[in-house]
Nanobody, 123 residues
């Protein structure tokens, strides 16, 4: 069992940047693939990015490639999502997930979830 705590959300103007953090309140991320998902009002939760904890393979949704960067600090047991060139359509609740699996066909799943942090991008 992994308990995840996100932070770093907020309100930003279009074109701005934010960095989200996800820390383990207990336990460790070691061995897990970690990821970020987001859910906008009235929409399904969607995959944003993932990183393999040990091997450091990184995956991005096409919609955020070139703008978002996922990284992790093994010493701090923390995963980050650096978001740049933000657009109003990036407005969502962002969720950190552990034990992320690629189910194929563009579908990803997470087994453990944080509570979410709101990101609002104004135009």
């Amino acid at each position: 069992q992994v308990h995840l705590v996100e932070s770093g959300g907020g309100l930003v103007q279009a074109g701005g940047s934010l960095r989200l953090s996800c820390a383990a309140s207990d336990g460790t991320f070691s061995g897990y693939r970690m990821g970020w998902f987001r859910q906008a009002p009235g929409k399904e939760r969607e995959f944003v990015a993932a990183i393999d904890w040990r091997v450091r393979n990184i995956y991005y949704a096409d919609s955020v490639k070139g703008r978002f960067t996922i990284s992790r600090d093994t010493a701090k047991n923390t995963v980050y999502l650096q978001m740049s060139s933000l657009k109003p359509e990036d407005t969502s609740v962002y969720y950190c997930a552990a034990a992320v699996t690629n189910l194929g066909g563009g579908t990803w799943r997470g087994d453990y979830w944080g509570q979410g942090t709101q990101v609002t991008v104004s135009s």
